[in-house]
T-cell receptor, first 116, second 115 residues
């Protein structure tokens, strides 16, 4: 049971390059999220997917696209990377209630992206 | 727009003392609130959550208080330990019809535990 996994862990891009960040979960959660976290800041929601087949914009969607490939996988794509997209990207899931919480949520380890 | 914010960016606490971390939110329609702990180089880790129809919820060494009148959320950590040093975020969950759950995070408070 791996929880939420993200690949790659680190990436350096040049301005204008494209890449896809991968996220997968094995907890059978319906909702998945992509956040970015800039140094010393909180997490800002980029896109989320309430369930397989649906995606919606968050606070900062510009410059990004997402694909909810199936229930397990939710990818984030940067079509033309810009230095302003240098950040740490976190994928997260949200499931139903457990004994300890009303909403079970897990975060991946993050992808550290630098755009030169 | 919707926002979740924090009053104190940094909190220094003596080991053994109690810590109180505050959070203000603006969306009165939020259904749940969650507190997260984030250690350096790691993703946020769930601490405790509370429904909007509750005032208080207790966990292991932590208590979350919700005051909907003034849209205020707080996290109390009892007998703070060095391992509690981290950045703490509050987040609100808004259930959007047909779009699922939307999480919005606050800016975070860094807690430094002094030995």
């Amino acid at each position: 049971n791996a929880g939420v996994t993200q690949t790659p862990k680190f990436q350096v891009l040049k301005t204008g390059q494209s890449m896809t960040l991968q996220c997968a979960q094995d907890m059978n959660h319906n909702s998945m999220y992509w956040y970015r976290q800039d140094p010393g800041m909180g997490l800002r929601l980029i896109y989320y997917s309430a369930s397989e087949g649906t995606t919606d914009k968050g606070e900062v969607p510009n410059g990004y696209n997402v694909s909810r490939l199936n229930k397990r996988e939710f990818s984030l794509r940067l079509e033309s990377a810009a230095p302003s997209q240098t950040s740490v990207y976190f994928c997260a899931t949200l499931g139903g209630a457990t004994l300890g919480s009303y909403n079970e949520q897990f975060f991946g380890p993050g992808t550290r992206l630098t755009v030169l | 727009g919707e926002s979740v914010g924090l009053h104190l960016p940094t909190l220094s606490v003596q080991e053994g003392d109690n810590s109180i971390i505050n959070c203000a939110y603006s969306n009165s329609a939020s259904d749940y609130f969650i507190w997260y702990k984030q250690e350096s180089g790691k993703g946020p880790q769930f601490i405790i959550d509370i429904r909007s129809n509750m005032d208080k919820r207790q966990g292991q060494r932590v208590t979350v208080l919700l005051n909907k009148t003034v849209k205020h959320l707080s996290l109390q950590i009892a007998a703070t330990q060095p391992g509690d040093s981290a950045v703490y975020f509050c987040a609100e969950i808004l259930r959007i019809k047909a779009a699922g759950n939307k999480l919005t995070f606050g800016g975070g408070t860094r807690v430094l535990v002094k030995p």
